[in-house]
Every structure is written in structure tokens, then in C-alpha cells.
T-cell receptor, first 113, second 116 residues
């Protein structure tokens, strides 16, 4: 069965600093990988996804993620965070043609001025 | 207008009451899902439906039932609510790869349910 680990429960970062959120997955075949963001009081918004091809994926809001098969990781990065990036971030793994997404527990990002 | 809508957005109810959460989508997707979110646990799948005649249990279906009234509508019911069903509930839709889609799930805004 597939699973996702987000090792960091909470990260605090200064506005303008870089951000990296870690995601490790367990899956026997080629995974589909997703990052979602949940702003306070809002639903989940898709930031980016990886299905195949280039392992560096660009998403919305200036985020990018890199798929590293050898490390079973799909870390999310942003070079310079804005106060509006304060939110909870979820990594998820699925499989081609399958319905099931497995979500990590989430990482809460706090942005300080 | 939002592609995936959920009603109500907030609901407070009492133990033992029956409650229904509704989800509608205008994305034309064939697959719909219900999740619950609890702090520190991420999202867990309750039920999913591939079309109107196909409904399946997820990992935590006990105490819940669903109805797929049409391709665009998927309702979640708690027949007799209990306090540990207090959570944030999300509906999601996806367009299956088999139908030429991308298996990407799109989420509604959520319903915050409190059971007293």
C-alpha cells in the first residue's frame, strides 16, 4: 500500500526567505505525486503535480517540486515566501489509472514579518 | 462560480441526529470522493464513486453512507452522528485517465461539522 510521510509538522520562515517542505513516499510502482495547499478556512488547492517526464515541476504561486526516485522524495520549494503563503501543505501520492490518493499529515507554514 | 460546491459550509448538530452533507460539481468529472480531515491525520477517504451506479467504501466508511444522485451530485450521510465524527469534510472530483483525464482530484471548500 502506498503511504506518504511529511516529516515536518510545523515550519516557521521569515518573509522573503526560502522555503522547502519535505515529502517522502512509499509506493511500489511509478507514482503520481501532488502538492496541495490549504489556506485558513479554505479547501485544498492543487499547487502542482508530477506524472512523468521532467523531474522538476513548476506550479502555481511560484512553487516548484523535484521528484527524486532514488530518495523516494518529492520536496516542495519556493525561493522567496510571501505572508500569503502561510497555510497548511499536503503531499499526496497516487497511481496511474487508480482512484486512490494517500495524503501526508500535512505541514503548517507560519510566515513571520 | 466554484467548480465543486459543498453545503452546508458549517453545521453543528447533536449526538444521534441524522445529517446529510451535499456536494455538487460542474466540472463534468465522472469520479467523486468524500474525505474527512482531522488535525495531524491528513485526509482519509470515506467513500468514492466512479459513476452513478458505482459506489465503493474507502478506508473509514463505518458510520457513513453515500448517495450518488446524478453524475454531478454526491451526498454523504451520517445516520446517527457521534462526537468523534466532528471533523472537516471534503468532497473531491476527478476525471479518470481511462476517460482521457488526468486522475487529478479537485476539492470543494469543505464542511466543518461539529457533533455535540
Amino acid at each position: 500500500a502506498q503511504s506518504v510521510t511529511q516529516p515536518d509538522i510545523h515550519i516557521t520562515v521569515s518573509e522573503g526567505a526560502s522555503l522547502e517542505l519535505r515529502c517522502n513516499y512509499s509506493y511500489g510502482a511509478t507514482p503520481y505525486l501532488f502538492w496541495y495547499v490549504q489556506s485558513p478556512g479554505q479547501g485544498l488547492q492543487l499547487l502542482l503535480k508530477y506524472f512523468s517526464g521532467d523531474t522538476l515541476v513548476q506550479g502555481i504561486k511560484g512553487f516548484e517540486a523535484e521528484f527524486k526516485r532514488s530518495q523516494s522524495s518529492f520536496n516542495l520549494r519556493k525561493p522567496s515566501v510571501h505572508w500569503s503563503d502561510a497555510a497548511e501543505y499536503f503531499c499526496a501520492v497516487g497511481a496511474a489509472g487508480d482512484y486512490k490518493l494517500s495524503f501526508g499529515a500535512g505541514t503548517t507554514v507560519t510566515v513571520r514579518a | 462560480d466554484a467548480d465543486v460546491t459543498q453545503t452546508p459550509r458549517n453545521r453543528i448538530t447533536k449526538t444521534g441526529k441524522r445529517i446529510m452533507l451535499e456536494c455538487s460539481q460542474t466540472k463534468g468529472h465522472d469520479r467523486m470522493y468524500w474525505y474527512r480531515q482531522d488535525p495531524g491525520l491528513g485526509l482519509r477517504l470515506i467513500y468514492y464513486s466512479f459513476d452513478v451506479k458505482d459506489i465503493n467504501k474507502g478506508e473509514i466508511s463505518d458510520g457513513y453512507s453515500v448517495s450518488r444522485q446524478a453524475q454531478a451530485k454526491f451526498s454523504l450521510s451520517l445516520e446517527s452522528a457521534i462526537p468523534n465524527q466532528t471533523a472537516l469534510y471534503f468532497c473531491a472530483t476527478s476525471d479518470s485517465a481511462a476517460a482521457g483525464g488526468t486522475d487529478t482530484q479537485y476539492f470543494g471548500p469543505g464542511t466543518r461539522l461539529t457533533v455535540l
